[in-house]
C-alpha cells in the first residue's frame, strides 16, 4: 500500500498532503489526553513494533504478497490520534531512510495506511464493544473485525484518490476491483495479527490496552443503598500502578520488534506487496518515478557495501527499529511533557485553593 511517487498528479497529492498534515496536527492535541505515564513509552514501542512487521510480507494469492498496515494495531493499543503519529512516523521513517513511499505521496500514504486505516478500524471496534459483552474476549473479536475491514477501507481510498488524480489511463472500475479484492485477502491477516497481539497484550497487562479500559472499571457493590468501587485487590493494583512493570513489558516487546526486523524478515515473502501486483497488472505504474532517496545507504531495507544479504537486510531492519523507536518515543514524550506543562500553568480550583 505504499504509494511511490508519479502513481498520483501533483494536485491530488499536494491536497492530500495538506490532509494529511491536518490530520497530524489533530492527532498531536488529541494525543495528550492518550498520552499518560504509561502510554507515552508504549506508543515509540507501537510504531517499532509495526515497522518491524511491515517487513514480514506474508503470501496471500499466487504472485502476491501482503504486510501489516498498522492502523487498527496502533488506535486500540494507545489510542486512535496517537495511533495516527504511531502510523505516520512509520511511513515517515520508511520514505527517508528506505527510499519505500514517494515523498511526494508521503501525504497519500498518510492519508491512506494511517488516517483511514485509525478511522475504520476504530469505528468498527468501538461499534463491536457495544453490542458485545464487556470480556477479553470481545475486545480480541472486536480488534480482529475493525484490522480486518481497515486495509480494504485503505484500498477504496487509494482507489477514489487515483480516481481524482491518476496519471494512466486506466478505468477506475478495473482499479476498484483489483485493489479491493486482494486487500480483503491482505485484510485477513492484518486482522490474524492485530488480534494476535492485542490478545497477547490483555494477557500480560490489559491495563496498557486502551481499547479495553472499560474492563478495569471498578467492581461496584451496593452499600446501604448506593453503588460504591469495590476494594482493588493488591496483585490487581500492582500491576495496574503506572511503570509496575511496564519497562519489562517495554524491553521484551522492543526485542520481539528487533527480532522480527533483522531476523525474521529475511524469511519473508518475496512477492509483491498488494499495489505493487495491482500496478504491474494493471498498468498504473507506467509513470512511476525513481524515489528521491533511492541512493539512500538503507535504501530497499538493505545496508549498502555489506554484500551478504541476509546480514544487509537484518542490519537494516534493526537500524530501523532502532530510529523509529528513538523518533517514535521522542515525539510521544514532548507530547506528554507539553501536556503535563499545561496542566501545571492551570489555576488552582477555587475550592483548592481556599
Same mark, same amino acid.
Given at each position: 500500500?505504499?504509494?511511490?511517487? =508519479?502513481?498520483?498528479?501533483?494536485?491530488?497529492?499536494?491536497?492530500?498532503?495538506?490532509?494529511?498534515?491536518?490530520?497530524?496536527?489533530?492527532?498531536?492535541?488529541?494525543? #495528550? #489526553?492518550?498520552?499518560?505515564?504509561?502510554?507515552?513509552?508504549?506508543?515509540?514501542?507501537?510504531?517499532?513494533?509495526?515497522?518491524?512487521?511491515? /517487513?514480514?510480507?506474508?503470501?496471500?494469492?499466487?504472485?502476491?504478497?501482503?504486510?501489516?498496515?498498522?492502523?487498527?494495531?496502533?488506535?486500540?493499543?494507545?489510542?486512535?490520534?496517537?495511533?495516527? $503519529?504511531?502510523? @505516520?512516523?512509520? &511511513? &515517515?521513517?520508511?520514505?527517508? &531512510?528506505?527510499?519505500?513511499?514517494?515523498?511526494?505521496?508521503?501525504?497519500?500514504?498518510?492519508?491512506?495506511?494511517?488516517?483511514?486505516?485509525?478511522?475504520?478500524?476504530?469505528?468498527?471496534?468501538?461499534?463491536? &464493544?457495544?453490542?458485545?459483552?464487556?470480556?477479553? #474476549?470481545?475486545?480480541?473479536?472486536?480488534?480482529?473485525?475493525?484490522?480486518?475491514? @481497515?486495509?480494504?477501507?485503505?484500498?477504496?481510498?487509494?482507489?477514489? $484518490?487515483?480516481?481524482?488524480?491518476?496519471?494512466?489511463?486506466?478505468?477506475?472500475?478495473?482499479?476498484?476491483?483489483? /485493489?479491493?479484492?486482494?486487500?480483503?485477502?491482505?485484510?485477513?491477516?492484518?486482522?490474524?495479527?492485530?488480534?494476535?497481539?492485542?490478545?497477547?497484550?490483555?494477557?500480560?497487562?490489559?491495563?496498557?490496552?486502551?481499547?479495553?479500559?472499560?474492563?478495569? @472499571?471498578?467492581?461496584?457493590?451496593?452499600?446501604?443503598?448506593?453503588?460504591?468501587?469495590?476494594?482493588?485487590?493488591?496483585?490487581?493494583?500492582?500491576?495496574?500502578?503506572?511503570?509496575?512493570?511496564?519497562?519489562?513489558?517495554?524491553?521484551?516487546?522492543?526485542?520481539?520488534? $528487533?527480532?522480527?526486523?533483522?531476523?525474521?524478515?529475511?524469511?519473508? @515473502?518475496?512477492?509483491?506487496?498488494?499495489?505493487?501486483?495491482?500496478?504491474?497488472?494493471?498498468?498504473?505504474?507506467?509513470?512511476?518515478?525513481?524515489?528521491?532517496?533511492?541512493?539512500?545507504?538503507?535504501?530497499?531495507?538493505?545496508?549498502?557495501?555489506?554484500?551478504?544479504?541476509?546480514?544487509?537486510?537484518?542490519?537494516?531492519?534493526?537500524?530501523?527499529?532502532?530510529?523509529?523507536?528513538?523518533?517514535?518515543?521522542?515525539?510521544?514524550?514532548?507530547?506528554?511533557?507539553?501536556?503535563?506543562?499545561?496542566?501545571?500553568?492551570?489555576?488552582?480550583?477555587?475550592?483548592?485553593? =481556599?
Amino acid at each position: 500500500m505504499h504509494v511511490p511517487d =508519479g502513481f498520483i498528479d501533483a494536485p491530488v497529492s499536494l491536497a492530500a498532503g495538506a490532509a494529511a498534515a491536518g490530520a497530524v496536527a489533530v492527532s498531536l492535541r488529541g494525543a #495528550r #489526553r492518550e498520552l499518560d505515564e504509561r502510554a507515552a513509552p508504549l506508543a515509540g514501542l507501537v510504531a517499532a513494533f509495526i515497522f518491524a512487521v511491515q /517487513m514480514l510480507n506474508f503470501p496471500v494469492a499466487a504472485g502476491t504478497s501482503g504486510h501489516l498496515l498498522g492502523g487498527a494495531l496502533a488506535a486500540i493499543l494507545v489510542g486512535p490520534y496517537t495511533g495516527v $503519529l504511531c502510523v @505516520s512516523v512509520v &511511513l &515517515l521513517m520508511q520514505g527517508v &531512510l528506505f527510499a519505500d513511499g514517494g515523498l511526494t505521496a508521503l501525504g497519500v500514504n498518510v492519508v491512506n495506511m494511517a488516517v483511514v486505516t485509525v478511522v475504520v478500524a476504530y469505528a468498527v471496534f468501538r461499534g463491536l &464493544l457495544k453490542l458485545l459483552p464487556d470480556t477479553r #474476549r470481545s475486545v480480541t473479536v472486536a480488534a480482529f473485525a475493525g484490522a480486518l475491514l @481497515s486495509v480494504p477501507g485503505a484500498a477504496v481510498t487509494f482507489t477514489l $484518490l487515483y480516481a481524482l488524480g491518476g496519471t494512466t489511463d486506466v478505468s477506475v472500475g478495473k482499479v476498484f476491483t483489483a /485493489m479491493v479484492g486482494v486487500h480483503v485477502l491482505i485484510g485477513i491477516g492484518e486482522a490474524v495479527i492485530t488480534a494476535a497481539t492485542v490478545a497477547a497484550v490483555l494477557a500480560v497487562r490489559p491495563d496498557l490496552v486502551h481499547g479495553a479500559r472499560t474492563l478495569a @472499571s471498578p467492581l461496584k457493590l451496593r452499600v446501604g443503598g448506593e453503588l460504591v468501587d469495590a476494594p482493588v485487590a493488591a496483585p490487581a493494583a500492582a500491576a495496574a500502578r503506572p511503570g509496575g512493570s511496564t519497562r519489562k513489558v517495554w524491553a521484551t516487546g522492543l526485542v520481539t520488534a $528487533l527480532v522480527l526486523a533483522g531476523f525474521v524478515s529475511f524469511y519473508a @515473502s518475496a512477492s509483491p506487496d498488494g499495489l505493487e501486483k495491482v500496478a504491474a497488472d494493471q498498468g498504473i505504474d507506467q509513470k512511476v518515478q525513481e524515489h528521491a532517496a533511492a541512493d539512500s545507504p538503507l535504501a530497499d531495507y538493505s545496508v549498502k557495501d555489506v554484500d551478504d544479504v541476509r546480514l544487509s537486510g537484518g542490519l537494516a531492519g534493526v537500524i530501523g527499529v532502532g530510529a523509529t523507536v528513538a523518533v517514535g518515543t521522542g515525539i510521544f514524550w514532548t507530547v506528554r511533557r507539553r501536556r503535563a506543562d499545561e496542566s501545571a500553568a492551570l489555576p488552582a480550583s477555587p475550592s483548592a485553593a =481556599g
